[in-house]
């Protein structure tokens, strides 16, 4: 860790993925929250392990560390949601995922979410007015959901953390990295009460 990062010593950070994740949305920003101090630990629907995927093809078997069903957001203080298109997609269609997704919001707690992974910011509803990037295939659904997005290579925006694509994982890791660091963020809870009040 370098010296002027924030330490994240004592934070604990959920890592929501499933079969089909982009193994290195995974690992290295995991290995970043490692380094800067961060217990980590990869929550999943499946129990065992999940099959990584490496850009063109399957990648590694990754360790689940919690199932889904025997955890809670209150087990932790931050949210990471990696991407791949198979990852996501299949999380958004399980309600106990995007109950878990949602709670972090409702929280205050912040959140990191790059490439396909704001798909579950969508299906959690908690992008209203929010400014966010993604994968560019995501644009026109991050826009319905009422965010406002921008092609960047991470958008910061009170405690959300967004990136678009695997060559801005080291912005990514950096800002995340701060808004973990930071805690609490108030202006997430407003997100979800925007999107429940529509």
Same mark, same amino acid.
Request: hydrophobic share 40%; charged share 25%; aromatic share 6%.
């Given at each position: *860790?370098?010296?002027?990062?924030?330490?994240?010593?004592? =934070? +604990?950070?959920?890592?929501?993925?499933?079969?089909?994740?982009?193994?290195?949305?995974?690992? #290295?920003?995991? =290995?970043?929250?490692?380094?800067? $101090?961060?217990?980590? =630990?990869?929550?999943?629907?499946?129990? /065992?392990?999940?099959?990584?995927?490496?850009?063109?093809?399957? $990648?590694?078997?990754?360790?689940?560390?919690?199932?889904?069903?025997?955890?809670?957001?209150?087990?932790?203080?931050?949210? @990471?949601?990696? /991407?791949?298109? *198979? &990852?996501?997609?299949?999380?958004? *269609? &399980? #309600?106990?995922?995007?109950?878990?997704?949602?709670?972090?919001? %409702?929280? $205050?707690?912040?959140?990191?979410?790059?490439?396909?992974?704001?798909? *579950?910011?969508?299906?959690?509803?908690?992008?209203?007015?929010?400014?966010?990037?993604?994968?560019?295939?995501? +644009?026109?659904?991050? +826009? &319905?959901?009422?965010? &406002?997005?921008?092609?960047? %290579?991470?958008?910061?925006?009170?405690?959300?953390?967004?990136?678009?694509?695997?060559?801005?994982?080291?912005?990514?890791?950096?800002? @995340?990295? %701060?808004?973990?660091?930071? $805690?609490?963020? #108030?202006?997430?809870?407003?997100?979800?009460?925007?999107?429940?009040?529509?």
């Amino acid at each position: *860790m370098a010296a002027n990062s924030p330490s994240l010593s004592g =934070k +604990r950070v959920a890592i929501l993925a499933t079969d089909g994740v982009e193994q290195v949305e995974l690992t #290295e920003p995991r =290995k970043a929250l490692d380094a800067a $101090g961060a217990k980590t =630990k990869v929550v999943s629907p499946k129990s /065992g392990s999940i099959k990584g995927w490496n850009l063109t093809n399957w $990648g590694d078997d990754i360790k689940v560390d919690v199932a889904l069903d025997s955890t809670s957001p209150d087990d932790f203080d931050a949210l @990471m949601l990696p /991407g791949g298109v *198979m &990852n996501p997609d299949t999380l958004r *269609m &399980n #309600e106990d995922a995007v109950n878990f997704v949602r709670a972090f919001f %409702e929280a $205050g707690k912040p959140v990191a979410s790059i490439c396909h992974g704001p798909w *579950m910011l969508v299906e959690a509803d908690v992008v209203r007015g929010r400014n966010v990037t993604s994968w560019p295939s995501l +644009r026109t659904d991050l +826009r &319905n959901a009422g965010a &406002n997005w921008t092609d960047s %290579e991470s958008v910061t925006d009170h405690g959300l953390v967004t990136s678009r694509k695997p060559d801005d994982i080291p912005a990514f890791s950096r800002k @995340m990295i %701060e808004e973990f660091a930071e $805690g609490v963020h #108030e202006e997430q809870r407003a997100s979800v009460h925007a999107g429940a009040s529509r």
